[in-house]
């Protein structure tokens, strides 16, 4: 039975039957959906992972983009830097060389205005520092190095009105700071107002135009938590500090707060928790600016992540079925509600045409892979043995896997209007940052958007209206010598950066494969345009 099965596929196959000529239509590739993105540009550097390293920062106040490429030197261990500047159809419009001392090594860039900063560690001096401050509209490079003696490790970086606020590790690798450093004249100082102990969690938003800089901290006793609220000046000195808190077995976990620029709302969002401070349960909102105005507390609302429409649409519907009916006997009941244990990365809220705000959530889970090896991989490995014996089961943290993102839309007051989701597929990466990226389109809706290998995976959104999770197009690589196809393979260190309008800018080394000429590898940017 098995010999005439196997039989049958190879005739199939070999389009000896009347079935083959679907066979070979199902091998065909889909065609793009109606409402696909247009590759407007690419440019390709002629570049590999082994023998480069590139590092991209998009430039949305004058439509370029703006990359930090380092090349290998030959009978050399350090590294050739440059800037390089594209306009907006990708063309390289002006490089700059960076001399960068061999002992540093990259860590981040961040954007203001038309400047790019970059920052680097010295590989072999503990809190030694080095910044580069790259003008594409004039054209100019500043750099400074810091001795900071303290900082083991950068863990945020914004800019605010030409200085960099640097959110740091320190080397006692117990608490995190904020150290200003001013690239135009090589000053230092931290930031005393902020100094708390792990494992705090932080976000900040800073505007040159207000010349202000506000974190949002949470504080912990291990049980409960609650948030603390920090303006900075541009100086780095304490304008004013507040505590948002709950009562009952409520927690605040995290939050986003609205740029200083818009000075008609002050909106805190976040996630909360239930006796355990470490899970979301769900989200909450708050109108800071009312309660100043009253002179009360911050009234907070409460979105458990059951009240939401499309939360749990990452499950099939079935297991979704069951859940509701569940929840629903534990009300009828008057039990206490489920605990979630869900992991949520909260984006920079976006401001809407409307007045209104939006912000998207990741929520993600550690991955972990097992071996039946010895290890000394470090402290994620909890299977640890110290003799390195073949017979200790070892668990090796293998990634953030991230299983969908929620985007909810806000009104001016903090009101929850709508919510959506995007099941993702395959999206994992080994720091916690942003990976699905976010854009408005001019119609009002929103798009989601991330690579997954070869592949722009991404999803429309209209409000609470359901739509497709599954939309996708190549990367696409042009035509080839004599007109001949190419396609895309081994797709690398892959990233998508919103970029202005309704563009984003996807980067990343790969292997182009041609139909007429040889294999190419490049370092590739395209123009994605919805």
Known sequence: MKIRYLLLLLLLSWGLLPGAAVLHAQKRPLPPPPNAPAQTARTELPLTATESEVHVQTVPADSTVVLLVGRSRTFSTKSSFAFQQYDHALRLRQETPLEVPEEFEFNRMCVEGNTVYALFLSLSKPGRLWAAAYNGKLGQTRTQQYETRLTRDIVELKA??????????????????????????????????????????????????????????????????????????????????????????????????????????????GTYSLRDPNYAQGLFATDLRAAANAGTKPPLRF?????????????????????????????ARSVAPLRWRYRVLLHELLPQPDGGYVLVAEIYYPHYRYNNYGSFAGSFNTGYNPYGSGYANSRVFDGYQTTHALVCGFDRSGTLLWDNTFVVDNLRRYTLEEAVRLQTLPDGRLVLAYLDDNKIRYKLIDRAETSPNDHQVPILTGT????????????????????????????????????????????FINSVVF
């Not at 458990?304 to 009300?331: G, I, Q, V, W």
């Not at 309704?502 to 494969?513: I, L």
Request: a positive charge.
């Open 160 to 269: 605010l009105d030409g200085r960099l606020l640097a959110t740091v590790l320190l080397n006692d690798q117990q608490h995190v700071t904020v150290l200003l450093l001013d690239v135009t004249n090589g000053r230092m100082q931290y930031v005393s107002a902020i100094y708390e102990p792990l494992p705090t969690q932080l976000t900040s938003v800073a505007d040159a135009g207000s010349q202000r800089a506000e974190y949002v901290l949470t504080q912990t006793n291990g049980r409960k938590s609650r948030l603390l609220l920090k303006k900075l000046s541009e100086q780095g000195q304490l304008v004013s500090s507040e505590f948002v808190q709950t009562e009952g077995e409520r927690s605040l976990i995290t939050a986003q707060i609205t740029p200083p620029q818009d000075t008609t709302a002050r909106l805190l969002m």
């Open 480 to 523: 080839g010598v004599n007109g001949g196809k190419e396609d895309a393979r081994d797709t690398s260190q892959s990233d998508l950066m919103p970029w202005f309008g309704s563009r984003f800018v996807a980067t990343g080394y790969q292997r182009v494969r041609s139909e007429r000429g040889p294999d190419r590898e490049v370092f």
């Open 303 to 331: 979105y458990d992540f059951l009240r939401l429409k499309h939360f749990f649409d990452y499950l099939k519907p079935s297991r979704r079925a069951r859940l509701r009916e569940r929840t629903d006997r534990r009300l």
